[in-house]
Every structure is written in C-alpha cells, then in structure tokens.
C-alpha cells in the first residue's frame, strides 16, 4: 500500500503555487517542490514516530471519532460540528451527538486507525476506498459507507499537450501520475474503457510515471518532461489558458467518477444505528452553510488558513454536495458502477481488491431513516451541460472524440429493428453506464451497414439503426439533448464485404464519446 496522500490544493493556494512553478520552470529546476499545505492537525488523537494512531479520548457511547483529509467536500461535516470538536450548540450537539474530527491526509495512516478500532469512520473516495478493500479484508474489518458527501466538480483532471485529444493519443505519450491517487485511477479508467487493443492498454498502464505528488507530475508537464499529466487544481486551469496544452478531461464532464463518501467500521454502525443516522442528517443540515459560513473551516483546515472568505466560497466549486435523493439513487445505481470500475482499475495495474465488497458497502438503512425529513426528487442541480442542437451538430460530428466504442448489433435485414433485442440490450448496457458516469459529454452514435452501397437508402438505413439504438439509450435515462446520430451507409467498412462473418464485423454501431471544450 502506497502513503501516497489525497491531497487537492484550493484556488486560495492558486496564486503562489503558480509563482513557484513558473520560477522553477524558468530556472530549468524540476524536482523538489512538495505541497507545502500537506499538514496533519490532531484533535484527540496521537501518533508514534511510524505515525500509527496510538489513542483517542471517546467520551461515550454517542461520540464518532472520525478523520477527514484536507478536502472542501467535508465542510458540511466540519460546519455541523462547530469545530474538530462538537461546540455547544453546534448541529451535532443539538442531535445529541458527539464528533472528535482528526485532520489526517494520510490514507495508510487513516486505515490503519480504522482497523485498530481507533476510528470509527473516515472520509474517503470510493477510489480509495476500492483500493484500501483488500486491506479492510485482511484484517477483518468490516465496512460500509452509508452516506456519499459529495461529487468533484472539477477540481480533478488529465492535463494535456494540445496535440492530444484522445484516449487513443495516449499509446506513445509520456503520462504523469500521482501514484495510487485519484487522478491515477482517472487515467487507468479511461484506458480500460476504450478501443484499444489490450496489448496497447497495458502498454499504456506498464509506462505511466509514477510521481509523489499531484505538484510534481504537474511541474513535470510545465516543464516539457512528460507530454500528459493526471492532476488537480489549480493545474488544470493553468494548463486551460496556455497555447500548447489543454484540459483533455475533468470532473466537471463527469458527476460521479470521484465521489466522497464516510467510510464507518460496520460493526459501529450496527451497534450505533442511530448515531450514523444523526450524524448524517447534521451534514445534511450543515449543506446551507456551505457558501456562507466560511469561518469553521478556516480555523482547523491548515489548507484554508489564510484564505480569505472568498477564496474558500470559489473553492466551494470543487466539489457538488450530495442531497439525500442523490444518495438513494447512488446507492441503487452509480456508486456501485463507480466501485466496480474501480476494482477493475486497481486490478489492471497489480492491486490485489475485495470485489465481494460491492454488495455491501453502499448501505442506504441509516439515510432511509431521514425519509420523512427530506424530499426524495431534490437532486442535486448541475450546471449546464453541453447539448446538440441545429447551431452545433456539425461541429460536434467533426469534433474528435475523447473515448470511442464500438459493439456490432445485429438488425433484421434492410430494417432498423433489432434482430436479437435481448443480445443487443445487453451489449448496449456497457455504453449506458460509461454515458452516465460521462454525464457531462456529448454522444455520438454512428450506424453501419453490411454493404458497399452508399446511396440514400443506404444512409437513411444506417441513420435509423443510430435512432434504434439512441432511443434505448433515451429509455434507460439517458437525454436525447447530448446524443447526435450518423448514418454512414456502408461507407465505413471494417472488413470486406466478402462473407456473412465479415458481413457481420460491418454492421456495427459505433458509440463515442466526446467533450465539448468551454
């Protein structure tokens, strides 16, 4: 396991990380700056020389002992506590409950605590939190995470030399990661998911530089060392106004591929139900205060220390707060996907993963006792998002395409009706979860046909199989705003047609995904 550190730096730190990359570039220096805001701030809990938890100070049996790294996301939970400490007539004190709140950026150290029993819970991804699996498994803990606190939004990316676009550019590019992070998994998702060969996948995998920090793959990008970084901000943004390189992906195209959850030891949960359920609902509560109390916060984050109130309100930004409706679809829907590519990530690059978590993990009892407090169709609202239309279709079409799929659907002949509905459905499945977790791209469905032809019957044919498909796409929740289809005849062949198996290989419908760049 790696004591790689989650670690997002703010716009309030923006300004002087900046200045310090643009003087180390100028002086042809690469190595040697750290996030000088990776600090730890104990409140109850103390640490030997090795840094494991060695005690904690529980009051009784309503009192959660909790870490959190130095995340945005938290904020709700930090504002219901008052302070690292329940404050008199703070929200949690007012549901009867206690937090003792440690500020720990170290997930190995976190983990370990969990596992001592020192912790109960602890803030973490559901990136991390497939990663640390097998961990938990082997030392016979028991884990659930019954509250999901928020969406990056974002606030974490891929950073790229304006000559790449795709995933498929990435083959022979030198790749910047911070290891075992949430920007690595980003990078390894994207792999997995594509076209690409498996020899070029793993090519890909087995290449990828491995740094510390998200501050050095970075300024090893700025520096011309390497040609694509998995980063955070305030990189992205610098990469975004820069001539020669370019944002190739972010958070904000995607509500769900980093999400924050509180991960609690189940066997504290099932003694404590009604804790877990308190201390979800004063985050809840806690959610009015994100943009405007800015004061908690700034007082026992070190991160956000000297940050003025402002800076702290713009890096609210970073990360969308989930309500208690988008807990309940998560829980039935997304986050389990987002478990379930992200054991495949760490798997693809040698990680051993607890699998069998995912029917576990996401556990709703504690949120659903909340039902009479909040309205289950709130969702969280989401800032406009791409969508084709008239002005825009063509562009769109010419555009290349951040991730491109193809599946071959069988149709009754010289018809858009699906020959097999229960074969196509479930090869179409795939495609409708990576457009849900890509919830903020445009998709392309390009239909084909088993033939040279190419006249308008033949277009008008291949453009109906696109409908076909996107009206499934439109029937598993998917909107007919962000999909645009082709109809390319036979113009696009993948074979010859010189027999049924070829045939066959040609009438295919090929999905793509792309983002449309501000």
């Known amino acids: 396991m790696s004591n790689t550190k989650r670690f997002r730096l703010t716009k309030a730190s923006k300004i002087l990380i900046v200045v310090l990359v643009i003087a180390l570039i100028g002086g042809g220096v690469f190595a040697g700056l750290k996030s000088g805001f990776v600090t730890s701030k104990h409140f109850n809990i103390t640490t030997d020389e090795d840094g494991n938890v060695i005690n904690t100070d529980k009051s009784d049996d309503k009192t959660i002992n909790l870490s ?16 690292l400490s329940t404050k008199e007539n703070s929200i949690y004190d007012k549901l009867g409950i206690k937090v003792n709140i440690s500020i720990i950026n170290d997930a190995t150290q976190s983990s370990n605590a969990i596992i001592s029993k020192k912790l109960d819970a602890a803030g973490y991804t559901i990136n991390r939190t497939a990663f640390l699996s097998e961990k938990f498994k082997t030392a016979g803990i028991d884990v659930i995470m019954p509250y999901i606190t928020n969406f990056s939004n974002g606030g974490d990316g891929i950073i790229a030399k304006s000559g790449i676009t795709s995933v498929t550019d990435l083959v022979n590019a030198k790749i910047g990661v911070p290891e ?25 995998i087995n290449n990828l530089i491995m740094f510390s920090t998200p501050d050095d793959a ?7 060392q390497i040609d694509v970084a998995a980063t955070w901000e305030p990189y992205l943004t610098q990469a975004k ?44 509560q ?31 930004a970073s990360a969308k707060l989930t309500t208690y409706a988008d807990n309940l679809k998560l829980f039935n829907g997304t986050a389990k996907t987002i478990y379930n590519d992200m054991c495949k990530v760490w798997t693809s690059i040698g990680e051993n993963v607890n699998t069998g978590l995912i029917d576990t993990l996401f556990d709703d009892t504690y949120i659903q006792k909340l039902s009479s407090k909040y309205d289950s169709n709130d969702y969280t609202s989401t800032d406009s998002k791409p969508v084709v239309n008239e002005s825009n279709q063509n562009d769109v079409i010419n555009a290349k395409a951040l991730l491109t799929k193809s ?8 018809t858009a009706k699906f020959l097999d509905s229960g074969d196509a459905t479930s090869k179409l499945d795939e495609f409708i979860e990576i457009a849900k977790v890509l919830d903020g791209s445009i998709i392309q469905i390009e239909g084909n046909i088993a033939s040279d032809n190419d006249d308008e019957d033949g277009i008008n044919l291949s453009k109906n199989r696109a409908e076909t ?5 439109v029937l598993n929740g998917i909107s007919a705003d962000r999909i645009v ?16 198996t070829n045939m066959q290989k040609n009438r295919r419908t090929d999905i793509s995904f792309k983002i449309i760049e501000e």
């Open 407 to 414: 599946t071959s659907v069988d149709f009754i002949a010289n």
């Open 241 to 284: 106004n820069m001539s020669d390189a370019h944002i190739l992906f972010s958070t904000a195209s995607s509500s769900s591929l980093i999400m924050d959850g509180i991960l609690f030891n189940n066997d504290f949960a099932k003694k404590y139900p009604d804790v877990v359920t308190a201390f979800i609902d004063g985050a809840l």
């Open 68 to 83: 959190l790294d130095e995340w945005i996301g938290w904020k709700p939970i930090i504002d219901a506590n008052g302070g």
């Open 286 to 316: 806690a959610a009015d205060l994100y943009e405007k109390d800015m004061t908690t916060i700034k007082s026992v984050m070190p991160m956000f220390s000297t940050a003025s109130n402002q800076d702290v309100k713009d890096n609210c």
């Open 180 to 204: 075992f992070s949430e920007a690595h998994s980003l990078v390894v998702w994207f792999v997995n998911q594509s076209d690409l060969s498996d020899a070029d996948k793993q090519k890909i």
């Open 218 to 224: 970075a300024k090893a990008f700025f520096a011309g």
């Open 485 to 500: 289809t082709v109809g390319n005849g036979g113009t696009k062949p993948v074979a010859p047609n010189d027999s049924e």
């Open 469 to 473: 498909v996107k009206q499934y796409f």
